[in-house]
């Protein structure tokens, strides 16, 4: 599996941003993909999932009612939209595959990764 993240970019505090994830080669009947986020000297740190077969989601605390994940099943390829951006937002953002059923929020769980893209939020 591919994963090819995009949309990242420097934006002011308040702002939106759309990251996409776009996935290619082998796919699975059921799987979660998720987005991480890393800030210089921190761990990774889950941001959101979701569950490609019935779109459940669930989320971090930190990002509860700003930002929402989605997909299209039809472009293999889930979105993050982020709203209300904060200056604490700021890292590069990962989206990976977990090839079971079940919400993880540790990365350990999670098997294909993409490469990142970088989100800048401005005070």
């Known amino acids: 599996v591919q994963l090819q993240a995009s949309g990242g970019g420097l934006v002011q505090a308040g702002g939106s941003l759309r990251l996409s994830c776009a996935a290619s080669g082998r796919t699975f009947s059921s799987y979660v993909m998720g987005w991480f986020r890393q800030a210089p000297g921190t761990e990774r740190e889950f941001v959101a999932a979701i569950r490609w077969s019935g779109g459940s989601t669930y989320y971090a605390d930190s990002v509860k009612g700003r930002f929402t994940i989605s997909r299209d099943n039809a472009k293999n390829t889930v979105y993050l939209q982020m709203n209300s951006l904060k200056p604490e937002d700021t890292a590069v953002y990962y989206c990976?595959?977990?090839?079971?059923?079940?919400?993880?929020?540790?990365?350990?769980?999670?098997?294909?990764w993409g490469q990142g893209t970088q989100v800048t939020v401005s005070s």
């Open positions: 990976a595959v977990d090839r079971g059923s079940s919400f993880y929020t540790a990365s350990r769980f999670y098997d294909y």
